[in-house]
């Protein structure tokens, strides 16, 4: 460091400038903790600035454990006397500098953040058998431009990259990120990174991230392998984790020898969560993977992904993200979470993308414009515009989930309103189904009692568009949800809903197309549809399930409505009796039934003839 290498134990560093540019050429030759004011801090660090730039590199492969930091290197209040242990560790520090590392060698184990680099790691603060928050890096900032790359044919591994830190085992608190940061690696397969995290704040975080804010851009691109099963320091997470604001919170499961290993929250102390994060800047992430067979991605316009609730945080930064992995979850708020959501919301154009490059992928692939996949969902909005695209011949082992809120769900989503466009352009025959709507993709409960997806909207005006070339499998499209297995409940949907065969489909596989449910399996109550539902089928003569409320309906309806009209277009097979048309619902299983009190307004034309 520039001005103190090492602060003692219940030392203080305060009101300490550097002015002074630091470079490292070769970081094999001295100690592995390079920062503007602070190599190593045990104590506590409060107003300090660095304005120099700080550049680091080396020819010569590393060993565990490099860290990089305009302000401070490491943090570790977990030594001597434990007084710092849990109290605030960095306060109202401040970098002004670039923080810029390029290693043209294999290194292992890197953090690099604009303040501060890392906290201890490892699980080494532990008591009772708990993980121990270590403290807390509070009222941070930081102005530099924070980047870290590495060429070689070799794969580097375990780098972690934040605005404000790199990885932390501890609480974030009113930090803002305002320099663009960077997780740059060759995208030609020649160079891969195992386990890598970026965030505008934060790359990896076990505790909490509050009232944090990224205004730099986002830039991620790389070729990725995934680490080693629960190996990723004591977070767990393995797999690529990329986020506007922070890349992973929380102690992530993992899969062990065929064994998802679940670490309880009573290992965790303080219940943390991330709440009232906001990104403001171009978050833009190109996530490719050099093996397809492992590799899974975790990436949102805020945070990445999360094994913690997140709650009151939101996206005003476009938001380009595209994926060539396994299985990818992507959002434009929040990518993946085992957790629960609550009022998070978008006010940009989010782009998400499955490219090219996934030709060989196996597993499902979730698009949400607010979340990719998460447990429940309350009271979420998304007000900007949603563009989903899959441009790859996908052999997938799963199905791809796209919605406007989001893709997935695995327990209930409530409270929800789309008032946007979201346009999903399909350029794949392969997957195993496609499953998208306005407002979620799919409810399917995996523990305790099905919650049915209750009083979500979409707004008048707005359009849900399903383009498509994937004739080798069924596509389920609703104005709410394309799949329902646990019921719908007051739910209105007022936009538009198109769906449209790019090619000519004359196989077995079809459609199921309405404007509340592509597809229910329990109850529909309460339910409205007012959009107008076109169709058009390129003179294809494969099946139809088309209705105002719910295409294949596999259950009970009771005071539902339909205002809408429906027009299929160009349908090559009329007459066919496999194809089923309905104001309320199309097909329905021989238990399904629709009450006396569901009421049909809408008229159903078939190539301008009208039913």
Known sequence: AFVVEYNEPDGLVAGCVNNGNVTVSDLSKVAHRVAGVVGASYGKMKDCINNGTITVGSEVDLGNGQNIAGVVGYINPNAGSKAALGKVLVENCVNNGNVNVYFNCKPKSVNVGGVVASTQNHALATEGGKVVM?????????????????????????????????????????????????????????????????????????????KCNNYGEVNVAGVWTAGTAGNSLVGGMYQAVFGGVAGYVGVAPYD???????????????????????????????????????????????????????????????????????????????????????????????????????????????????????????????????????????????????????????????NCELNSDVPLTVNTTKPANVKFAGVVGQIKTITGTAQPIDNCTTAAGTKVTLKTKATGCNNFVGGIIAQSNNGIKDCVNKAAVEFEWLVTNTGSKGC?????????????????????????????????????????????????????????????????????????????????TVGDDCTNTGVITINGEAL
């Open 134 to 210: 270590l403290g807390t890096v509070k009222n941070c900032a930081n102005y530099g431009e924070v980047s870290y790359g590495f060429a070689t044919k070799d794969t580097g591994t375990y780098g972690n990259v934040g605005g404000i830190i790199g990885y932390a085992e501890c609480n974030i608190e009113n930090c803002d990120n305002h320099g663009k940061v960077s997780f740059l690696l060759d995208t030609n397969n020649t160079t891969a990174g195992s386990c890598p995290s970026c965030g505008g704040v934060v790359g990896k975080n076990i505790f909490n991230v509050t």
């Open 256 to 414: 062990k020898d065929g064994i998802v290993v679940v670490v309880p929250a009573a290992v965790v102390e303080a219940d943390p969560k991330v709440e009232y994060c906001n990104n403001y800047g171009k978050v833009t992430i190109n996530n490719k993977c050099k093996v397809n067979g492992g590799t899974q991605g975790y990436l949102g316009g805020v945070i990445g992904g999360a094994a913690v609730p997140v709650e009151k945080c939101a996206n005003y930064g476009e938001v380009n993200i595209s994926s060539h992995t396994a299985r990818v979850w992507m959002g434009g708020v929040l990518g993946y979470s085992i957790s629960d959501v609550k009022e998070l919301a978008n006010h940009s154009k989010v782009t998400l993308t499955i490219d090219e490059l996934s030709k060989d992928s196996a597993g499902a692939q979730q698009l949400g414009g607010l979340i990719g996949q998460v447990m429940n969902i309350d009271k979420c909005v998304n007000n900007g515009e949603v563009v989903l695209k899959c441009d790859a011949e996908l052999n997938l082992g799963g199905d791809l989930y796209g919605g406007g809120i989001a893709g997935y769900a695995n327990e209930s989503v409530t």
């Open 512 to 592: 199921a197309v309405a404007g509340v449910a592509g597809l229910q399996k329990q109850l529909a109550s309460g339910c409205e549809n007012e959009g107008e539902i076109t169709i058009k089928m390129n003179n294809s003569t494969c099946f139809i399930y088309a209705a105002g409320v719910v295409g294949n309906h596999q259950g009970t309806m009771s005071d539902c409505s339909n205002s809408g009209n429906i027009a299929i277009e160009d349908y090559a097979a009329a007459d066919s009796e496999a194809s089923f048309y309905g104001g309320l619902a199309a097909k329905l299983a021989a238990t399904a």
